[in-house]
């Protein structure tokens, strides 16, 4: 039993997020002594490229298979979900106060 | 990429998924530890919270200070004569073929430090209250005696007959104008003499921070050559923070007496230590400093110098350090927020009680409300009496929470005694100073020893 592009897709926006949330926290807590901000931004651009190369296939795959319109439609919506709370945590850190970002 | 999978074969994968989340012991922990990840996000908003009302605080003192007064340094006093100098220049004249000598004339300044200085300090101290904030401020008379000896400037080179002795005055510098109460006389010998300012934009010397007081010129038989000139000046300043003084006569001497019960002795010298008193009514100390305890010499040519890393003195600081206190408990935070979900975490192991992700994360905030509780009740009361009001209500609130989710009453007070434990333990650890690392080694060893054993049958493998 092969994972399928829709399971890949969630399994891929699950651990964008995980992987996002825990750099926020560990950059918001412990500052750019533990996390770098040239480290995180390096993470968000990988993520947005792997995250956007999954949400094609899946978009694609919806297409043109018969029975899977609903699950690739719930993925895509899935993956998109990701892209206002990146947009947020990109808020958070520029807005967090007493820090001295370059 | 085309789907293989039947979709019979999809629900059946998914399912397995939702299964192993639901179930596994490794799933548990992985969601418990990245919802731990998550609440460090409060906890660094709660960080900073601390440091924005902290800077706020300082602000605050800054801004009182301003208007009282700054702190009070005091250098002087310093007698400034000034004596000729001079050039000659030769110039040649083709004319009449000879050199043409000329002569100038330049004036420059002697600063002479007195031979003996003595003063009485006496400082009546009280803080003044801004919003939640507090500020120690105080009103200090200083009187100074002392005597100048004979000056003799011949080791410098210096003949007696280029002293301009009509144009002398008397020098005092100081960080706090603007906190001088009353007028200024110096008494030398048998006469009286004002102070006023002397600002000088073109003055280049290393104390420009310090303002310059300079007396009415001297009456040259006041300046003897033969008998030490006695003096005496008595100086009332408003100031904040901390009073010094710069040791410059030849023995100095300083004995101060205030109301102020918590006196830090900062500076290059300290007070003498059989001499000290300092009680809650307030303390007394007295200083003698040598001239050999110093490395500057009694005379000065062209300019005053920066003797300011010798000076010493007394500190009146507010001990204010719930904000300190408050960021200390802040750091343990994780440590809490852990060892809590590790708790929560073994008794879902082994009581297979389920507890959903949500009531861990209610849980955690409610542990995280605890320091901005420590911070806006200690504003108001002093750290102890917040930190049992925050711990009281959070441990409360978890406690009526865990009997309801865990509906057992021996896990929940087992739980109540649980975080009250870990405050009690935290707390200890910000109060103690030198052995804070050793209670806190010991305090982890045991909680560890405690984890290992309550976890040693739990079946990690099957679960």
Same mark, same amino acid.
């Given at each position: 039993?092969?994972?399928?592009?829709?399971?890949?897709?969630?399994?891929?926006?699950?651990?964008?997020?995980?992987?996002?949330?825990?750099?926020?926290?560990?950059?918001?807590?412990?500052?750019?002594?533990?996390?770098?901000?040239?480290?995180?931004?390096?993470?968000?651009?990988?993520?947005?490229?792997?995250?956007?190369?999954?949400?094609?296939?899946?978009?694609?795959?919806?297409?043109?298979?018969?029975?899977?319109?609903?699950?690739?439609?719930?993925?895509?919506?899935?993956?998109?979900?990701?892209?206002?709370?990146?947009?947020?945590?990109?808020?958070?850190?520029?807005?967090?106060?007493?820090?001295?970002?370059? | 990429?085309?789907?293989?999978?039947?979709?019979?074969?999809?629900?059946?994968?998914?399912?397995?998924?939702?299964?192993?989340?639901?179930?596994?012991?490794?799933?548990?922990?992985?969601?418990?530890?990245?919802?731990?990840?998550?609440?460090?996000?409060?906890?660094?908003?709660?960080?900073?919270?601390?440091?924005?009302?902290?800077?706020?605080?300082?602000?605050?003192?800054?801004?009182?200070?301003?208007?009282?007064?700054?702190?009070?340094?005091?250098?002087?006093?310093?007698?400034?004569?000034?004596?000729?100098?001079?050039?000659?220049?030769?110039?040649?004249?083709?004319?009449?073929?000879?050199?043409?000598?000329?002569?100038?004339?330049?004036?420059?300044?002697?600063?002479?430090?007195?031979?003996?200085?003595?003063?009485?300090?006496?400082?009546?101290?009280?803080?003044?209250?801004?919003?939640?904030?507090?500020?120690?401020?105080?009103?200090?008379?200083?009187?100074?005696?002392?005597?100048?000896?004979?000056?003799?400037?011949?080791?410098?080179?210096?003949?007696?007959?280029?002293?301009?002795?009509?144009?002398?005055?008397?020098?005092?510098?100081?960080?706090?104008?603007?906190?001088?109460?009353?007028?200024?006389?110096?008494?030398?010998?048998?006469?009286?003499?004002?102070?006023?300012?002397?600002?000088?934009?073109?003055?280049?010397?290393?104390?420009?921070?310090?303002?310059?007081?300079?007396?009415?010129?001297?009456?040259?038989?006041?300046?003897?050559?033969?008998?030490?000139?006695?003096?005496?000046?008595?100086?009332?300043?408003?100031?904040?923070?901390?009073?010094?003084?710069?040791?410059?006569?030849?023995?100095?001497?300083?004995?101060?007496?205030?109301?102020?019960?918590?006196?830090?002795?900062?500076?290059?010298?300290?007070?003498?230590?059989?001499?000290?008193?300092?009680?809650?009514?307030?303390?007394?100390?007295?200083?003698?400093?040598?001239?050999?305890?110093?490395?500057?010499?009694?005379?000065?040519?062209?300019?005053?110098?920066?003797?300011?890393?010798?000076?010493?003195?007394?500190?009146?600081?507010?001990?204010?350090?719930?904000?300190?206190?408050?960021?200390?408990?802040?750091?343990?935070?994780?440590?809490?927020?852990?060892?809590?979900?590790?708790?929560?975490?073994?008794?879902?192991?082994?009581?297979?009680?389920?507890?959903?992700?949500?009531?861990?994360?209610? #849980?955690?905030?409610? *542990? %995280?409300?605890? =320091? @901005?509780?420590?911070?806006? &009740?200690?504003?108001?009361? !002093?750290?102890?009496?917040?930190?049992?009001?925050?711990?009281?209500?959070?441990?409360?609130?978890?406690?009526?929470?865990?009997?309801?989710?865990?509906?057992?009453?021996?896990?929940?007070?087992? #739980?109540?005694?649980? *975080? %009250?434990?870990? =405050? @009690?333990?935290?707390?200890? &650890?910000?109060?103690?100073? !030198?052995?804070?690392?050793?209670?806190?080694?010991?305090?982890?060893?045991?909680?560890?020893?405690?984890?290992?054993?309550?976890?040693?049958?739990?079946?990690?493998?099957?679960?």
């Amino acid at each position: 039993m092969k994972p399928n592009i829709n399971q890949i897709g969630q399994i891929v926006a699950l651990l964008s997020f995980v992987l996002g949330t825990c750099l926020l926290s560990f950059y918001l807590f412990f500052g750019e002594d533990l996390i770098n901000l040239g480290f995180a931004l390096t993470y968000v651009i990988i993520a947005l490229i792997i995250n956007f190369i999954v949400f094609i296939v899946v978009i694609i795959n919806g297409l043109f298979t018969k029975n899977n319109k609903g699950e690739a439609l719930k993925t895509c919506g899935l993956m998109a979900l990701n892209i206002p709370i990146a947009i947020l945590y990109f808020y958070m850190v520029i807005l967090f106060p007493n820090q001295n970002l370059i | 990429m085309e789907n293989s999978n039947t979709p019979q074969q999809n629900k059946q994968q998914t399912n397995k998924l939702s299964n192993w989340l639901k179930t596994s012991i490794t799933a548990r922990m992985l969601i418990v530890g990245f919802l731990i990840i998550i609440l460090l996000i409060p906890l660094s908003y709660i960080n900073s919270l601390i440091a924005e009302r902290s800077f706020r605080q300082a602000d605050v003192v800054s801004e009182i200070n301003d208007k009282w007064g700054h702190n009070v340094l005091v250098y002087g006093p310093i007698l400034k004569l000034p004596y000729k100098t001079y050039s000659e220049t030769k110039t040649y004249n083709e004319t009449t073929k000879t050199y043409f000598k000329e002569t100038k004339t330049h004036m420059n300044y002697a600063y002479i430090f007195p031979e003996r200085l003595n003063s009485d300090v006496n400082v009546d101290s009280k803080t003044l209250k801004r919003g939640n904030f507090e500020s120690a401020v105080f009103t200090t008379t200083m009187d100074f005696s002392g005597h100048f000896i004979p000056t003799d400037l011949n080791d410098k080179g210096i003949k007696t007959e280029d002293i301009v002795w009509d144009k002398a005055s008397v020098l005092i510098q100081t960080t706090n104008l603007k906190g001088i109460k009353s007028e200024m006389v110096l008494h030398l010998n048998s006469e009286a003499y004002n102070f006023q300012t002397n600002f000088n934009s073109k003055d280049d010397n290393h104390n420009r921070y310090l303002d310059v007081l300079e007396s009415n010129f001297i009456k040259a038989e006041d300046l003897s050559d033969t008998e030490n000139d006695n003096f005496s000046i008595s100086m009332s300043f408003n100031g904040t923070q901390q009073i010094d003084l710069i040791p410059i006569g030849k023995t100095t001497t300083m004995s101060m007496t205030s109301n102020w019960p918590d006196p830090s002795f900062v500076g290059n010298y300290l007070p003498n230590d059989e001499t000290k008193e300092i009680t809650k009514e307030g303390f007394k100390a007295d200083w003698k400093v040598l001239h050999i305890n110093r490395a500057f010499s009694q005379q000065h040519l062209n300019k005053v110098p920066n003797l300011n890393a010798f000076a010493f003195g007394t500190k009146f600081m507010v001990m204010v350090d719930e904000y300190q206190k408050s960021e200390r408990s802040a750091k343990y935070g994780f440590l809490v927020i852990g060892l809590t979900f590790l708790i929560f975490f073994l008794i879902q192991t082994m009581s297979k009680i389920d507890i959903h992700p949500f009531q861990y994360l209610m #849980i955690g905030l409610a *542990l %995280t409300m605890f =320091y @901005t509780l420590l911070v806006s &009740i200690s504003e108001h009361s !002093n750290f102890l009496k917040a930190y049992l009001v925050a711990g009281i209500s959070v441990v409360a609130l978890i406690t009526l929470y865990s009997k309801s989710i865990l509906r057992n009453f021996k896990f929940s007070m087992f #739980i109540c005694a649980s *975080l %009250t434990a870990l =405050y @009690t333990f935290i707390y200890v &650890i910000i109060q103690l100073e !030198n052995y804070a690392l050793l209670v806190g080694s010991i305090g982890l060893f045991v909680i560890l020893a405690i984890v290992m054993f309550v976890s040693r049958k739990i079946d990690w493998n099957n679960g």
